[in-house]
């Protein structure tokens, strides 16, 4: 029992474990308009439309381009820094989808 008030300090300080999210563009949309994660939690976009998107970001905070893909296919991106992320269906202009990264 003496070891356990030294590992405590040790095991409150490792970092949380990262989540992963789905979002799901369907019908020309993203499955939801916002999303709350944690800096490291992954989001994976899966296109279950019968037609090509291709998700980007010009954001600060995170700038991607995930590329073309097509029905059934699923792309993902870390988000490594809090802030506010705002991504687009460079196919279909009216998707949007904002991310709030917490620390």
């Known amino acids: 029992m003496k070891i356990l008030p030294l590992l405590?300090?040790?095991?409150l300080a490792l970092p949380a474990q990262a989540?992963?999210?789905t979002v799901a563009q369907?019908?020309?949309k993203f499955?939801?308009?916002?999303l709350e994660v944690k800096v490291g939690d992954v989001v994976n976009?899966?296109?279950e439309d019968p037609f090509s998107h291709n998700i980007f970001s010009l954001s600060d905070i995170k700038t991607f381009?995930?590329?073309s893909?097509?029905?059934g296919q699923s792309k993902s991106v870390a988000f490594d820094k809090p802030g506010t992320?705002?991504?687009e269906c460079s196919v279909h202009p009216d998707m949007k989808l904002i991310v709030e990264v917490k620390k």
Do not use: M, T, W
Request: charged residues 35%; without cysteine.
């Open 45 to 47: 976009f899966k296109n």
């Open 31 to 34: 499955s939801q308009a916002k």
């Open 19 to 21: 989540k992963d999210f």
């Open 69 to 71: 893909y097509p029905q």
């Open 26 to 28: 369907k019908d020309k």
């Open 85 to 87: 992320v705002e991504i």
């Open 8 to 11: 405590l300090p040790l095991l």
């Open 65 to 67: 381009d995930l590329g």
